[in-house]
């Protein structure tokens, strides 16, 4: 076994390109991946915040907040996706009108 630890998450082709980040407590940015470390920890530029509905927290609202350059700390990080290629679709769950 070597001593070199190997993350799972290969964050190197996301470098200059865009990302979303969900984090814990439900807040959701996307913005330009500047850089990261073996922790998680994000750099993002131009970075932008979706804000909840406040009658339901589960739900984006169209409102955002223009962030800047902001750290992300990795204990926080849950998920990291590219901007690019990636569409919302209707949820094939639900059932219409609900």
């Excluded at 979303?20 to 990261?36: A, F, I, N, S």
């Excluded at 962030?67 to 996706?81: P, Q």
Aim: glycine share 10%.
């Amino acid at each position: 076994m070597s001593g070199r630890k190997e993350t799972v998450l290969d964050l190197a082709k996301f470098v200059d390109k865009g990302v979303q980040v969900k984090l814990t407590g439900g807040r959701q940015v996307t913005g330009t991946l500047k850089g990261y470390d073996q922790l998680l920890n994000l750099v993002l530029d131009e970075a932008v915040e979706f804000e909840r509905e406040q009658d339901d927290p589960l739900k984006l609202s169209a409102k955002t907040r223009q962030l800047g350059l902001i750290v992300c700390r990795g204990t926080a990080v849950m998920l990291v996706s590219p901007t690019d290629g990636t569409d919302e679709i209707a949820n094939p769950f639900q059932a219409d009108g609900a």
